[in-house]
């Protein structure tokens, strides 16, 4: 199913001309362990919060993601674009950005589904062609970048978070973005760096 609705309103007058960094959120900004019927006890890398209905869940933050978020609030307009439910959502980012640093908030309701006749199953995509943006500068970055099959260019893969507490791939990637958010041209940015950063020692989580 598609819809031409624009997922996104104008942008901010604190961001405009900005160009937009979509996150994702699920083992890409944390990693959440199967939802309990009471509030678990969490440690202080851990949060819990409300799920659909009663379920709550305990998410681990992924190390370096406070120093990430607040840097590149100062470069991009920053976007968080996940599968999840919209409350899920909601309150999985009340938490991860108590600074305000996430400018919108994008859930299941705003992917596409297609059919893909080689999986025989319809398939959920994130269409950054409906953001209402202008794709030259737009960068995504998620574990699983197929979900931007429709705009592939766009995205950054990231190593899946478990939970380790020695991960440092956002701050890995951050010197990546911050070079990015100068280009006029972000996907082809991205293009001609391909084998470069395919190559670069410090860059093993990238996989473009
Ligand atoms: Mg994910």
């Not at 699920?26 to 009663?54: C, H, I, W």
Request: with cysteine; glycine share 6%; net charge negative.
């Amino acid at each position: 199913m598609y819809s031409s609705t624009p997922l996104l309103p104008a942008q901010s007058p604190q961001n405009h001309g900005r160009p937009t960094l979509i996150l994702d959120l699920d083992n890409t900004l944390m990693s959440v362990r199967k939802g309990y019927t009471s509030p678990p006890l969490q440690a202080p890398s851990e949060f819990s919060f409300l799920g659909t209905g009663d379920n709550w869940w305990t998410a681990i933050k992924r190390p370096g993601i406070d120093d990430f978020l607040h840097e590149m609030a100062t470069l991009y307009e920053i976007v968080v674009f996940t599968s999840g439910a919209p409350r899920y959502a909601t309150n999985a980012v009340s938490h991860l950005d108590k600074s305000g640093c996430i400018a919108h908030t994008l859930c299941n309701v705003d992917c596409d589904e297609y059919f893909d006749p080689k999986e025989g199953k319809y398939v959920r995509v994130k269409d950054l062609t409906r953001l209402r943006r202008d794709l030259s500068r737009v960068v995504a970055v998620d574990d699983d970048p197929l979900y931007y099959s429709t705009c592939p260019l766009n995205a950054i893969g990231i190593s899946y978070f478990t939970g380790d507490s020695s991960d440092q791939e956002l701050e890995k990637l951050t010197p990546l973005l911050r070079s990015l958010a100068q280009e006029e041209d972000i996907p082809l940015a991205l293009l001609k760096r391909r084998k470069e950063l395919k190559e670069a020692q410090g860059h093993e989580g990238i996989k473009l």
